[in-house]
Structures are given as C-alpha cells and as structure tokens.
C-alpha cells in the first residue's frame, strides 16, 4: 500500500519533471540545441531511451564545442611554435576528427554507441594524457626546471587537458546511447549523471587553474581577467553539490551558473580580442598580435564544460525522478 | 615651421606632446620666465623627471628644463641604430687619464626623459649593506639614508614604472611582489642560467622596465630588442612615458631644447633662477629653488660653470668635492660562440642575471661587487665591438659578422671605488652654447681591477660551462656615471645632505645619480628615481615645517 503510494507519487513528480524539461528545453533551446520532440510524444521505455540520447547528444556537442577550442587553440599556438616537433600536429589532427565527430554524434539521434566516434573519443582522450606528459617533459627540460617562467612560457601544462576532457565527454555520451531505455543511465557502471557533472566539475577547475596561470601571467591588469578564475569553480562547486544530493533549488541555482559560464565562454573570445587590439598595431597587425595576444579560442572551453553540466543536470534529474 | 623636435621645441603655446597618441598634444600649463616657479628642475631624466612629477603632484608650481628634444616615440624613433643616436649626449667633452671614459651612447642622453629614453631598463634594489657601505664592509662612504628607508621607495618606484620581475628574488632581505611577471628568455639568458647552474649560483630573470601586459595606451613589449636605441612602442617605461607624463597633468610645464648655462644667485648667496638658451635666445627663469638634475657630468659642470665672486670655485662647492669621486660602473664582458643559433638581440638585451657576487662576500679579493647580465648587442654595435675591442677587421670581421647569430656573451655591471682623482672640471673649450665644456678624468684603482679580473674568470669559465667556444674578453667598458656631488651627513664631507639639499645654498638641490656616495654593483636607475620620491616627500614636510623660503 505504501509502495503504491511512493510510486504515484514517483510517478506525479516524474510527469511533473518531464513537462518541465520540455518547456526548459524549448525556452533554453539556443544554447542547447534543438529540441526534439520524439520524446514528448513517447512514452514509458521508448521516452527513455529517447532521453538519453537527447543526453547523449547534448554531450556530443559538449564535447566538439572543446574540441573546437582545441583546434583552433593548438592550431594557433603550435604555428607559433613553428611544428618544430612532428608530434605538434597531432592534436590539432585529433581535436579535428573529435570535432567532425562530434557533428555527427550531434545529430545522430540512434539510440547506439558508434565505432568510429568511440574510436576517436578514445583517440582523444589518449592524446590529452600523452600531450600533457610531452608538455610536462617540455616545461621540466627547460633551465630553471619546474618553475615560474617555463610554467608562465613553456608549453602549457592543462592546455592538452581539453582534449581528454572532450574524449572523456564524447566517450561518456557514447555508453549513454547504448543504455538503451534504462531508466537510470549508467556509464561505466557509475550514474550516468553523476559520472558527467564530476568530470565538468573537474574540468572547469583544471581549466580555471589554467587561466588563472596565464591571467597570473598577464598580472590581471584588467580587473575583467579575475572572472574566469572566480566564475568557474564556484560552478564547479554547484555541480559537485548536486552531485552529492542537494535539492530542486540547488539545481535550479547549477543550471543558470552553467549558463551563465556557456556565455562567459564566448564573451571571452570578445575580450581576448579586445586584450589583442592593446598590443602593438591592434588589429591592424592582426598576423602578429594573434599570436602574441591573448588566445581567442581558449575561453569557449569553458562553454563547453558548462554545456556538459547542463546535460549532467538533465540525466541527474532523470535519474533522481526515475 | 620643421617638426623635427631636435630643431624646434615642441612644448609650447600651452601643449606638449602626447606620447601615446600619434600627433596629439596633451594640454600643459605654462609660467613667464619672470614669474618665480616654486622650483625650477634642470634635466628631465630619471632623476629630474620623476622629482618634478612629484613636486607638481604635491602642489608646487614646477618648470622642469632639458637640452634634450621632446621624442614622440610612436613616431620618432626608428629601428636603425645610426638614426638613433639623436638620442645621445654627443655635445663635446674631453676625456683624459689612465682609463679614458667613453662618452656618448653607453653613458649619457640628452632627451626629455633624459637617459632612460634609451637605457636598457635594468631595475635593480642596491644591496641594504650598500648604503653602510664604510661601516658595514669597511670601503667607500656612507650613505645619509637607511636602506629600510629606500626599500620602500623603491616600492614606490616599481609600481610606477609596472617593472616586470621574478615571482622570488632570490637575493637580499624580501621585497613585494613585482608589479608585472617577468618576461620570458631568450637563447642568450639561458645560456646565462645554463653557466650559472653549472657553477652552482642562483639566477633569476632580470626585473625590468619594460612591460609584460597591457597598461593604459601604452603597448606589452614585441621583443625586437631595440632597447638602447629607443623602443618604439611605450612598451619601456623611460621617463618620457611616465614619469613625464603625469608632471605634465599634475601641472609642470616641461620646457624642450632648453640649455641651462648658469644658476643665477644673489647677494644672500641664494639661487634666484637659472639662465637657458632656448630657440637661439638666451632666457632667465625665476625659480625659489633650484634643482641640478643634468646626470653626473652636466650636473658639476653647470654648478662649476655658475662661479660668482661669492662662489668662486661653484655653487654648493665650499667641501671642495663638486665634481669630485666621479664612479663609473665596470662594463666588461665575456663573449662565445654557441654552436646552435642564439639571436641573443631578440628582446630586451638583459633578460637574466645573477647578482650572486653582489651578495656574496666569501671568495673575494676585491671590496664592492658585480652582477652579470646576459646580452643582446644590435648589428652596427656588434660590429664596433669587433672591430674596436676584438681588433678584427676587413675580411676577419666579415667572417666573424657571419657568425652573429651564434654569438652569446656575458656581461657585467661592476661596483668601482670613489676617488676623489676621478673627476669631473672645466676646460676652457666651450660649445655651441659658449660654455665651458667638461673635462672627465678618470683612472681604475687596484681595486677596480681585481673585481674586472674577478669577474672576467668567472665568466668566463660560466660561459664556457654554458657551452661556448672561442671565448674573447672584453677589457675596456664602462657604464652609467654617478657620484661628483655625493651625499653625505656633514658639510664637510659631502655637496648635499640625505635630502639632496646643498649644505651651502639652502634653495639649491641636486637630484640625480651625482648623489651616489657609493655605486654598488647594481644598474643606478632604480635607485636615483627612489632617491627623487623620496626627496620630493621631504620637500613637502620641509616646506609644511615652513624650512623652505617661498
Ligand atoms: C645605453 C644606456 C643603458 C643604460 N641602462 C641602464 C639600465 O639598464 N638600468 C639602469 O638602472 N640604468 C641604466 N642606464 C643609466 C641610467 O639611464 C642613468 O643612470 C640615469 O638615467 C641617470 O639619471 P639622471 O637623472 O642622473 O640623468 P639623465 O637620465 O641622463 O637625465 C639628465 C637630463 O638632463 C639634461 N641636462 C643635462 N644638463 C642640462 C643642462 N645644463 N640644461 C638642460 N638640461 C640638461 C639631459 O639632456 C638629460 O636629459 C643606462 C644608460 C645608458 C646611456
Ligand atoms: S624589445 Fe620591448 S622594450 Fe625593447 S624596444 Fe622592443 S618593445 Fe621596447
């Protein structure tokens, strides 16, 4: 008797949730993507299975958003460093497929795990953990060893990171799909959700620490370069408390800081272009201070940890309503 | 009328130039020659500019004179090292003694801004034990002024200029953070680090005045290492860009191309104003005080030149000592060739360095100390040194010309003795003004030359370790010129006292490297700006005690 009651009311809110998600869905649908309808008009396993590939979508294009910000970054800044090494044009070749791959994944709605994107995502994050070994080797072979001028100048040390973080991601959303219409996605045997908001959670902060180096670097001589080192963790402390169990409030505060730090991520590229005109010539002598400037590209990599939060919340909510 | 500020002043008719806007002008008060400015500044160097940005920001009506053209930086300056010598104090002068000085380009400018619109913009803290030098390590003199004191003015200093230095300084008591993070090195300062590791000394990257991040309009360095020949990019915060800058908003007025020949004074033995030669005219500013700020050569020249019957040997001068202990610093350096490419001219040209023998005092046998930086000398001077202190010549200097990318070089900045024989008098020559030039004497002590042997071994045996072949010395060079009005805590003694007022002439001060009782083995610029803040502080609490006549 008690049970029936627990699951009509399990049943109440999850209805409840679920009309809920649609209109966030359609009301946040720029920044998330398009809606798809299949799972409104399904029902019982079926909307299930639609939802956790509307998930694993949204990590798709999460997890290309980084692989972008990867290209262009590593594009950029190994140009710079002339592909003195062969090895340099690896990520930029593999920030490139997780990209292309990730469209694909974007779009594909099939409810199954995909070879050749499995594949690359794994490639990927391959390519993060040896990028950041080649990239320590290059700071710790430098004079002066592990110190503050050959972290400010060397090669960055999280900056290969992003590239595991977006294979990490794309994996992540590839054993969402095979889930099938589980109720409570599991990847890896772990909570889905959980799994998802852990990594944007660490993500964010490896990325904040990042750019707390270099703004270290810049010494913050514009106030405006304090903000991706504060914005960010305090998300990924929202994130993880709603990874350890906070309520509907919590989670509503998570989703708009994940928000706000999506559209952090792209007025970033604003200012680093306004931090390039301060340098010698502007604008005009784009060629050079692009790549003496602030780099453009690095900031959207914020948006696309926070686009996986979102998603995270999304399967969070699902679970914790299934 | 020409635009060419070496021919015709540019500040005038209320406006001087904006150095961060290409041919815009900044607004700038102006006093008549007959109304008396609370104070008068001769030079607008490191040591008058600064003075007269804080005078003015503390309410003095302020005119700041210099012989020198008024450079928009954006504009004028050009990256070819022949053009750029515009920016150097090339009037005549004669030389003499055992050690003759080079003047000119390694030691003097004659610009607004003084020299540090083409110094290499080093931006070091003396030792604390330095300004006790006579007391705490038994040679030179003492300084009237307790390091503490100086520590935070050249606090103050730092964050003026933005100096961009090492996250830990690994020598002497500690100091706050620098404003800016050091840049990154170059080829040649790691070569630098390489011999020093090998040698077990500490290195660091060098704090300097150039900038690593935006400020205001004015742009982060590019690394082209033009340093010394003037940057073209405000990147280097010389005098011009900022001391200058808020002189001029504070409400100085900066007179360009203006020769001050001679300090007038009364009948009371006071200074009434000073006589300038401006756009073919001779002029006569009113002043109640008067600051000499021309740099350790112009500055005894013009106190000497300013001999009245009361004063017959020069003003401030009853010591006997104007002029007198003249210091240059020792300039010597080590050169190699790497086997791999070094460019060591791109960026700044001192990128590192170890102020090791600064600090240390076991394993001497010398008093004073040195510190050595890495180098990066443009082309044409590159050239010189080959042919002038390397002997080579036609085909050997084309050969060895082929080889400048491999080249690498240390170099040091060395402590040298005050003597009373180093000096600087007037000959009866006169220039193009008709006045009576300066004649610059000077000779090394033993102890000059133990501490450029001292330095050349280590060096040497560094550079070596660093992995250079075909080492050469470079015996004979100097640098930066301090002392020839030291100061001092009696009359007798010294020409001013801690407040760089003279012990003579109440209302007469000098404010610049002719100060330095002691020049330490440290690059002065820091030192003399930190000496002007504080002065212009004691100003303001000498004239609220009413002990400055207005
Ligand atoms: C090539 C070079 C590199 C250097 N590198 C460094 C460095 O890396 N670090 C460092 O600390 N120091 C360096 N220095 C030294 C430093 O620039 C000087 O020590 C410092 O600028 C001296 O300050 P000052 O005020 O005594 O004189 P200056 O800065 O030379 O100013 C004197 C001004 O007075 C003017 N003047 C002189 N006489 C008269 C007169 N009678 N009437 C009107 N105007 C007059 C001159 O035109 C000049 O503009 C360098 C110097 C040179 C030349
Ligand atoms: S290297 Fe930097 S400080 Fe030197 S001239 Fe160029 S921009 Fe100026």
């Known amino acids: 008797m008690l049970d029936a009651m627990r699951s009509d009311h399990a049943r109440k809110q999850r209805a409840h949730g679920i009309a809920r998600a649609g209109v966030r869905e359609e009301r946040s649908a720029p920044a998330q993507g398009r809606w798809s309808p299949t799972s409104r008009s399904l029902s019982g396993p079926d909307r299930q299975k639609a939802d956790n590939v509307l998930a694993a979508r949204q990590l798709n294009r999460a997890a290309g958003t980084l692989a972008a910000s990867v290209l262009a970054d590593s594009a950029v800044e190994h140009y710079r460093g002339s592909f003195k090494n062969k090895a340099m044009l690896t990520p930029i070749v593999v920030a490139g497929l997780t990209l292309a791959m990730s469209l694909h994944g974007t779009a594909d709605k099939r409810p199954v795990a995909h070879n050749a994107r499995d594949t690359s995502y794994l490639l990927a994050a391959g390519t993060g953990l040896l990028g950041t070994g080649f990239h320590i080797y290059n700071v710790t072979k430098k004079v002066g060893g592990f110190s503050w001028q050959n972290l400010f100048y060397g090669a960055p040390l999280g900056a290969p990171m992003a590239i595991l973080l977006s294979g990490l991601l794309g994996f992540c959303s590839e054993r969402l799909r095979a889930n099938g219409p589980r109720r409570r996605p599991r990847v890896l045997s772990l909570p889905a959700g959980k799994t998802v908001a852990t990594v944007a959670a660490l993500g964010l902060l490896g990325t904040s620490g990042e750019a707390g180096l270099l703004h270290f670097r810049g010494a913050f001589h514009n106030p405006l370069m304090a903000i991706p080192v504060t914005l960010p963790p305090i998300g990924a402390g929202l994130l993880g408390a709603t990874v350890a169990g906070s309520g509907e409030c919590a989670h509503r505060a998570t989703r708009w800081w994940m928000r706000l730090l999506v559209a952090m991520g792209f007025a970033g590229v604003g200012l680093h272009a306004y931090g390039i005109s301060r340098n010698m010539g502007g604008w005009r002598n784009w060629s050079q201070n692009i790549l003496d400037g602030p780099p453009l590209p690095a900031p959207p990599s914020f948006a696309g940890l926070a686009l996986a939060g979102l998603a995270a919340l999304e399967l969070m909510r699902e679970a914790s309503d299934g | ?550």
Not at chain 2, 158 to 179: F, V
Not at chain 2, 358 to 364: I, V
Not at chain 2, 473 to 483: A, E, F, K, P, W
Not at chain 2, 541 to 549: D, H, K, N, T, Y
């Open chain 2, 1 to 550: 009328m020409s635009d060419d500020p070496r021919h015709s002043p540019r500040a005038r008719n209320g406006r001087a130039p904006d150095v961060f806007r290409p041919g815009r002008w900044v607004s700038m008060q102006q006093y008549a020659d007959n109304e008396a400015v609370d104070f008068v500044i001769v030079g607008t160097g490191a040591g008058g500019g600064t003075l007269a940005c804080k005078l003015a920001e503390y309410g003095f009506s302020v005119v700041a004179l210099d012989a020198g053209p008024y450079f928009r930086p954006l504009e004028d300056f050009a990256s070819d090292e022949s053009e750029q010598t515009k920016l150097y104090w090339t009037d005549d002068r004669i030389v003499d003694g055992d050690n003759p000085l080079q003047l000119g380009s390694n030691n003097s400018g004659k610009a607004v801004g003084g020299s540090t619109v083409h110094f290499a913009m080093v931006s070091l803290r003396f030792r604390p034990e330095w300004f006790k030098a006579r007391t705490k390590l038994g040679y030179g003199a003492d300084w009237p002024i307790d390091w503490r004191e100086m520590w935070a003015y050249y606090t103050e200093v730092e964050q003026a200029l933005k100096i961009s230095g090492p996250i830990n300084y690994p020598w002497g008591p500690p100091r706050p953070r620098y404003p800016y993070r050091a840049h990154p090195l170059n080829a040649a300062a790691r070569a630098l680090a390489r011999g020093c590791e090998a040698m077990g000394i500490a290195w660091t990257e060098t704090p300097l005045a150039t900038l690593s991040a935006p400020r205001g309009l004015a742009h982060p360095c590019v690394y082209r290492g033009f340093c010394v020949a003037g940057c073209s990019t405000n990147a280097k915060q010389s005098a011009l860009v900022t001391w200058i800058p808020r002189a001029l908003s504070a409400g100085a007025e900066i007179r360009d191309l203006a020769m001050v020949g001679r300090i007038e004074t009364d009948e009371n033995g006071l200074a009434v104003g000073v006589h300038y030669h401006r756009q073919d005219k001779w002029h006569f500013q009113k002043a109640r005080n008067v600051v000499v700020a021309g740099y350790a050569i112009e500055t005894p020249r013009l106190l000497l030149n300013s001999a009245t019957d009361k004063f017959p040997d020069g003003l401030a001068n009853s010591s006997g000592l104007v002029g007198k202990n003249l210091m240059a610093q020792a300039n010597q350096a080590v050169w190699g060739v790497m086997e791999e490419e070094v460019r060591s001219y791109k960026g700044p040209p001192s990128l590192a360095i170890t102020e090791h023998w600064n600090y240390a005092d076991e394993g001497k046998d010398f008093f004073g100390g040195y510190c050595y930086m890495s180098q990066g000398p443009l082309p044409q001077l590159w050239a010189k040194t080959q042919a002038s202190a390397h002997g080579l010549w036609g085909a050997r200097l084309v050969e060895e010309m082929k080889r400048y990318n491999h080249a690498v070089g240390l170099k040091i900045v060395g402590e040298m003795l005050p003597q009373e024989k180093n000096r600087v008098t007037l000959d009866d020559e006169v220039d193009q003004y008709g006045i009576r030039i300066p004649r610059v004497t000077y000779s090394w002590c033993d102890n000059d030359k133990r501490l450029i042997d001292h330095s050349i071994g280590f060096m040497s045996r560094a550079l070596t370790a660093a992995g250079a072949k075909d080492i050469w010395i470079q015996h004979d060079d100097t640098c930066h010129l301090n002392g020839t009005a030291r100061m001092g805590s009696r009359p007798d003694n010294s020409v001013v006292n801690a407040d760089c007022r003279s012990w003579d002439i109440p209302n007469l001060w000098v404010c610049d490297g002719s100060v330095f009782p002691t020049v330490g083995g440290a690059n002065p610029s820091l030192t003399i700006q930190a000496i002007a803040c504080r002065t212009a502080d004691r100003i303001r609490s000498l004239a609220r005690l009413g002990e400055i006549r207005f």
